[in-house]
């Protein structure tokens, strides 16, 4: 039996992910800082369909000794998963000059090294037989610099180019597929943050759920790299249409408006 592992999977579209799978009857293998959500997780799935296959691991993904933990425990199992869905991402947003290592280290390797080093592993334990697959979250951020929301921008930028280059060196081995979400109102500040970009930036939400749903046929079809939403796929055109320096401006505009600071250890 092959499980898929999915990382963030008690958040808003980690669960959207979960919710899907599950109710498919797929072999789950969920992980996210918290046992307790995990657990309560585990049960509520289970209530719904109690042949269905569910393991749980905690993991911090900035921690390498925790990233190792989870494999190892995967192996004294013996599990071979066939699918990874990284969904786990931090999305500090606020002027570069107010960071600090802390929320600089979180979000690099949550966004970035955790993926990688998932990649890697997960590959030492797939059958990496064709159907094997590989879905990445980035983000539509990445399409261009964002001032004041730079580096959240930057190691999706990252995840995106790995995830296309990995791509070619697995070809017909493994999918790999990264795909770039608009806006999802997934937590209380991402809403006020919609709400507060006003009429434009309200069009290119989507609920998780769809995005979800886009996503996982998007890597079934081994696509490369897909921008979701018909809003954010024009955004995409008309914003290589007009020089850097307007877009750098346009940017800055929509993001010094708000700030977003959630990256501490609790949810919600
Ligand atoms: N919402 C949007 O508007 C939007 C737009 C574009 C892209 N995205 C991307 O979509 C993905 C999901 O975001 P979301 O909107 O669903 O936000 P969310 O509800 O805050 O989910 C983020 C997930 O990341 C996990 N995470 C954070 N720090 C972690 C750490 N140190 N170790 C392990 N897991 C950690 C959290 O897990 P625990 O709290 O359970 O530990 C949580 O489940 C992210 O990659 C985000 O960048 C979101």
Redesign the pocket.
Known sequence: MNYTLI??????????FTDILAERGTPLFL????EE??TALQASLKAKDPALEIEIF??????EE?RAALFEYADGKGIIFDRLI??????TQMPFEQYDEGRIL?QT???FE?AVSFIRRFLGRSPLDGKTEILC?????SILPEPYFAL?AAT?KALEYFCMALRTELKGRAKVTVV????????ED?VK??NAHGGYSRLT?LP?RK?AERALKAVRKNKMRVIIGFWNKLTNFGSHLIPMSWRMHFAANIWKKTTKD??G????
Do not use: H, Q, W
Not at 86 to 91: N, R
Not at 265 to 268: D, I, L, P, V
């Open positions: 990382t963030g999977a008690c958040g808003g579209l980690g669960s959207a992980t996210g800082r918290s959500r995990l905690p993991c911090d993904l900035r921690s925790s990284y969904v786990a991402g931090v999305d979180t390797r949550v966004n955790g979250i980035g983000s539509v951020t959240y999706k770039l979400p608009g806006s999802m109102p997934t937590r991402i943050s919609i939400v998780p995005v959630f990256y250890e609790e949810r919600r």
